[in-house]
Antibody, heavy 120, light 106 residues
Framework: QVQLEESGPGLVKPSETLSLTCSVS??????????WSWIRQSPGKGLEWIGF???????NYNPSLMSRVTISVDTSKNRFSLKLTSVTAADTAVYYC????????????WGQGTTVTVSS | IQLTQSPSSLSASVGDRVTITCRAS??????LTWYQQKPGKAPKLLIY???TLESGVPPRFSGSGSGTDFTLTIAGLQPEDFATYYC?????????FGQGTKLEIK
């Protein structure tokens, strides 16, 4: 079965760029039917959808983050990535990568999550 | 699209039947999913398409609704069901989640 695993720095300085990678195993990121997604959860808070990318490169982002976020898919390494620029303490959260099967199917596979703290 | 879950928290006992409601600010057909999240863990998909049970999810979980009003029902609570539940709409962008319902043991 498909498994996802996030990786990246757990500590990022304010104003710098947060970069995370989600490695896909047990399946191919090149499947045309899935949206490779990022979701975050601030401490003690609910879930916030960041956005997704298709393997073809098409993307959709949350307008609240659109000016700072880039999600991309690397088919050669079977993984996808998140970049969030100009971070502040408000970006401190657990970041999850997930697979969305489309508007009828939801986020059916999730990574375990990785904690990112923004602090100097 | 805003999703409003009620209640925000709920106390119940093992064996109880509980219902959680999710209301959308505009119609979303059946493009609604439910997730269960336990502390320190990623959310787990329970129901998609408003009422279809994800593979491997116990049949005591059920979902219903369409348009703007949806419910998640757990019939016969088990100890492992005490968690936080979220709804999510996938009808339009940005995808949005409800604020969550924390189900606690009475």
């Amino acid at each position: 079965q498909v498994q996802l695993e996030e990786s990246g720095p757990g500590l990022v300085k304010p104003s710098e760029t947060l970069s995370l990678t989600c490695s896909v195993s047990g399946g191919s990121v090149s499947s045309g039917t899935y949206c490779w997604s990022w979701i975050r959860q601030s401490p003690g808070k609910g879930l916030e959808w960041i956005g997704f990318s298709y393997y073809s490169g098409g993307t959709n982002y949350n307008p609240s983050l659109m000016s700072r976020v880039t999600i991309s898919v690397d088919t050669s390494k079977n993984r996808f990535s998140l970049k969030l620029t100009s971070v502040t303490a408000a970006d401190t959260a657990v970041y999850y990568c997930a697979r969305e099967g489309g508007h009828r199917y939801g986020l059916d596979v999730w990574g375990q999550g990785t904690t990112v703290t923004v602090s100097s | 699209i805003q999703l409003t879950q009620s209640p925000s928290s709920l106390s119940a006992s093992v064996g109880d039947r509980v219902t959680i409601t999710c209301r959308a600010s505009q119609g979303i057909s059946i493009s609604l999913t439910w997730y269960q999240q336990k502390p320190g863990k990623a959310p787990k998909l329970l129901i998609y398409g408003a009422s279809t049970l994800e593979s491997g999810v116990p049949p005591r979980f059920s979902g219903s609704g369409s348009g703007t009003d949806f419910t998640l029902t757990i019939a016969g609570l088990q100890p492992e069901d005490f968690a936080t539940y979220y709804c999510q709409q996938l009808e339009s962008y940005p995808r949005t989640f409800g604020q969550g319902t924390k189900l606690e043991i009475k």
